[in-house]
């Protein structure tokens, strides 16, 4: 008689894989890679989950590298950038949002403090391009291109590279240091700065280059008709922060009424508390929640003391420096209007700071070129004029107005113009999947992490000196902070797929190498997805 052993004895380690148990599935597990909110909402396009995840693992210089692939002015942007990401991160529903902005400006610290340099071109591309203007716009254009191996040279009217960064943000947002610390790493790569050279016809500029990128900043104030006395003082806004890079700092007085409510405003009425002004008042038409200056910068300007005249509009200036005010009142359709109420401020000087205009004299001329409402037009695709060869950026083009905008236009431009040099078609980037919503990520995993507060100069010394107001992050607090990203969307390797799954179907392949799915165990539960932190993985149903 035959004896039959019990079926867990006749069971053997290889019969699960030969049963193809992962054929009951209906839907299976895959590996997504979802694009990060912050990523999508950087104007500058930089990979910014990707440098986070070298930054917190301590890994500077490469956090480093990643970031500068997409903008070379990490330590600049630091401190100007107004971190829309920030607002986009999904960190800030669980907690606050990651301080994207701190860390970005202590890997720019790091890397002038340790001075790590650009590589050079692996080789040269036999082609010229000349860049007018050396703002962010410009410079960003040049470094791109020079990584692509074309030779570059930048024409800039000013006495000293930079732009709108250096003529346009106070030192006490950006030191000098800083910047031309970031310039000079991008001269030394080859690309050639030329100073107090302005473009007068940009068709004889072109003559020996292939391609050109415009890039010449908005340096001319708006004006507005104010009916005023002989002898009234009355500046424009950039020309007193020009002025501030010269020898001698504008005459401003004690009293300085700004006419206007934007970032340059702000800046102006700051920088007259600086310069001794007991009144520094900005004058603005409508409410603070109208106000397009960012409000960390009017909330500092509060806190040093610049006063704001809300809904108020300046009617005329008289005798003695005596400026009228009107006061305005919002209509039913939130419109400011004129009240006859009126109001006497007294002034020694009037500063407006009412939109800036591109001096677009260089264009006269240019063929197929259209200039509309003071800009030109490009195509939105690829920011080439109507001009074949010539491309634009920055101020210049249909926008909104900073340096984060005007860093990706150089970006963009650089890779435009190295397709049009090649006869080619710019790459397009890698469709990814959905966005990583804050609903895709298990926030259960994470717990309760306080957003790191950069230090800030003490009050009673912000008015005395132009010193740094906003501080840096420590080596310990920037890794703690870039730590607290969540990884949306995308792998970083926890090993939860790989713990959780009950048919040992999540197969590891190695550091960096994320993992695989044994599609011969897995029976499609979709506990892995469950269980992901990051929301990385998705459930796809099975087709018959």
């Known amino acids: 008689m035959t004896m039959h052993k019990p079926f867990a004895i006749t069971l053997d380690p290889g019969s699960s894989r030969a049963n193809k148990t992962g054929t009951w599935r209906t839907e299976r597990p895959v590996y997504v890679d979802r694009l990060p909110p912050c990523n999508a ?6 990979d910014i989950q990707g440098w986070l995840y070298h930054a917190e693992g301590g890994d500077y210089e490469r956090a480093w590298r990643h970031l500068v692939r997409d903008n070379p002015f990490p330590a600049v942007m630091g401190r100007v950038c107004y971190h829309t990401c920030e607002s986009a991160c999904n960190r800030g529903k669980l907690d606050a949002a990651v301080g994207i902005n701190s860390v970005e400006r202590f890997l720019g610290d790091e890397a002038i403090r340790r001075g790590w340099a650009f590589e050079p071109p692996a080789q040269e591309s036999g082609r010229r391009v000349l860049v007018v203007g050396s703002g962010p716009s410009g410079l960003s254009a040049a470094y791109h291109l020079r990584r692509l191996g074309h030779a570059v040279t930048v024409l800039e009217a000013g006495d000293k590279p930079g732009g709108m960064m250096r003529y346009g943000i106070p030192q006490y947002r950006l030191p000098r240091d800083v910047l031309d610390a970031e310039i000079a790493r991008i001269a030394a790569m080859g690309v050639v700065l030329r100073v107090s050279s302005k473009v007068e016809r940009i068709e004889e500029a072109m003559q020996g280059f292939d391609a050109a990128f415009l890039a010449v900043g908005a340096h001319i104030g708006k004006r507005a008709y104010i009916p005023a006395k002989d002898g009234s003082r009355i500046l424009d806004a950039v020309s007193v922060l020009r002025s501030m890079e010269g020898e001698a700092p504008p005459l401003l007085g004690r009293r300085v009424v700004v006419y206007g409510g ?7 009425a700051r920088t007259a508390r600086r310069l001794g002004a007991t009144e520094s008042i900005v004058v603005y038409r409508r409410t603070r ?5 960012h409000d960390l910068e009017v909330e500092e300007a509060l806190q040093e003391g610049v006063q704001v005249k809300w809904l108020s509009t300046i009617r005329q200036q008289g005798d003695e420096g005596t400026l009228t005010i009107e006061k305005m009142a919002l209509d039913a359709q939130g419109f400011p209007q004129p009240t006859g109420e009126f109001e006497t401020l007294q002034a020694d000087s009037l500063v407006l700071a009412l939109g800036q205009d591109v001096d677009l004299g260089l264009l006269d001329g240019v063929p197929g070129l259209v200039v509309q409402d003071g800009v030109v037009q490009v195509d939105p695709q690829t920011l080439m004029t109507g001009r074949p060869g010539l491309f634009a950026g920055g101020d210049m083009v249909p926008a909104e107005r900073n340096v984060t905008v005007a860093v990706g236009h150089g970006k963009k431009a650089a890779r435009q113009i190295d397709a049009w040099l090649r006869g080619a078609a710019a790459e397009s980037p890698t469709p990814k999947h959905a966005p990583a919503t804050f609903e895709r990520i298990n926030a259960w995993y994470y717990s ?13 010394r912000r008015t005395g000196s132009f010193d740094e107001v906003q501080g840096g992050l420590t080596e310990d607090n920037a890794l703690f902070e870039a730590r ?13 797929c790989y713990g959780v799954c009950p048919d040992n179907a999540v197969i590891k392949l190695g550091a960096g190498q994320r993992f695989r799915i044994d599609y011969d165990y897995c029976k499609g539960c979709g506990v892995c997805a469950a269980e992901c932190p990051c929301g990385a993985i998705e459930m796809v149903a099975e087709e018959v």
């Open 448 to 460: 309760d992490a306080p957003k790191t507060v950069r230090p800030q100069l003490e009050l009673a």
């Open 484 to 496: 607290r990203c969540l990884s949306c969307g995308n792998c970083f390797e926890c090993d939860n």
């Open 41 to 46: 909402q950087c104007p500058a396009g930089e």
């Open 289 to 293: 929640e109208k106000m397009p200056a």
């Open 262 to 268: 934007g970032n340059t405003a702000i800046d102006v």
